[in-house]
């Protein structure tokens, strides 16, 4: 059965922080995507990233980084230098390839970025 | 990009009323639309994928005669709440996807927050 964990259910930092959200997920599948999406207060998702399976190297994108190993089953997600604007709630995800794209959520992380 | 828009944001019920939600994709055609339930401070909770011309599918533990689900064209798929509960109170968002791979990034509706009296 597909499965995603995020162990932290909240977290609060300082601005300029770095900080890492968690993700565990588990499937039996071979072939699988992982996403990362932001949900701010005002509710909508925003999508952030999507990895595919076969695909381990990191990726960078500004501020955000994310680090995929196999290995431990992880998908986690890295903010340098956080800011307020940061603050959100954000969810790991899984999709397996012939599950009929449908995702399967993690708890989510409450990420709050003081000033 | 993508855009979906859902329609109601809010809406306010009595109960025993029955509310519709509507979920269009605006640019693009979406052959398959998922359904996500939120309640506060919790995870998003799929509810049932819904595919053009077809019956829903719905999760386990779904009720199908209380949360209709109807995907006539490739642009809309609605959501009644039937005979709408307090209970039935919660946060829903719809998604919509070009095709049924798990590759296709799914792209959200801002969600529609339904309070049942």
């Known amino acids: 059965a597909q499965k995603v964990t995020q162990a932290q259910t909240e977290i609060s930092v300082v601005e300029k922080e770095d900080v890492t959200l968690d993700c565990v997920y588990e499937t039996r599948d071979t072939t699988y995507y992982l996403f990362w999406y932001k949900q701010p207060p005002s509710g909508e998702l925003v999508f952030l990233i999507r990895?595919?399976?076969?695909?381990?190297q990191n990726e960078i994108s500004g501020r955000y980084s994310w680090n995929f190993q196999k290995s431990t089953s992880s998908f986690n997600f890295t903010i340098t230098a956080s800011q307020v604007v940061d603050s959100a709630v954000y969810f790991c995800?899984?999709?397996?390839?012939?599950?009929?794209?449908?995702?399967?959520f993690g708890q989510g992380t409450e990420l709050s970025v003081k000033p | 990009g993508a855009v979906v828009s859902q329609h109601p944001s809010r809406v306010i019920c009595k109960s025993g009323t029955s509310v519709k939600i509507e979920c269009r994709s605006l640019d693009f055609q979406a052959t398959t639309m998922f359904w996500y339930r939120q309640f506060p401070k919790k995870s998003l909770m799929l509810m049932a994928t819904?595919?053009?011309?077809?019956?829903?599918?719905?999760e386990q533990g779904v009720e199908k005669d209380k949360f209709l689900i109807n995907h006539a064209s490739l642009t809309l798929s609605t959501l009644t709440v039937t005979s709408a509960h307090p209970e039935d109170s919660s946060f829903y968002i719809c998604?919509?996807?070009?095709?049924?791979?798990?590759?296709?990034?799914?792209?959200f509706g801002a969600g529609s927050r339904l309070t049942v009296l």
């Open positions: 998604s919509a996807s070009r095709g049924s791979s798990g590759a296709n990034v799914l792209t």
């Open positions: 995800a899984l999709s397996d390839l012939n599950q009929g794209g449908k995702l399967i």
């Open positions: 819904s595919n053009e011309g077809s019956k829903a599918t719905y």
């Open positions: 990895r595919n399976s076969f695909d381990e």
